[in-house]
């Protein structure tokens, strides 16, 4: 596996767990008020947002890298 792929399939599993765990504070936060719970999923959003941005450089950058 090359480093290529091995960064995509890293950013797109950290994305998306990310986005599940975002989902998921916001949820708590909406079921109980609790604050800590709203940073939680602000901030794992903000992060998932950040690794598809990471991940897009890294692509540009090892596009001359095949996948194999």
Known sequence: ????????????????MGFFVGG????NYRADGSVEALILGILSIV?????IWYGKIV????????FI
């Not at 998921?24 to 949820?27: D, L, P, S």
């Not at 992060?47 to 690794?51: A, E, F, H, R, T």
């Not at 692509?59 to 095949?66: A, T």
């Open 47 to 51: 992060l998932s947002i950040g690794m």
């Open 24 to 27: 998921w504070g916001i949820k």
């Open 59 to 66: 692509l540009k950058k090892l596009r001359n890298i095949g």
């Open 1 to 16: 596996m090359s480093l290529k792929a091995l960064h995509l399939v890293f950013v797109t599993a950290s994305t998306l």
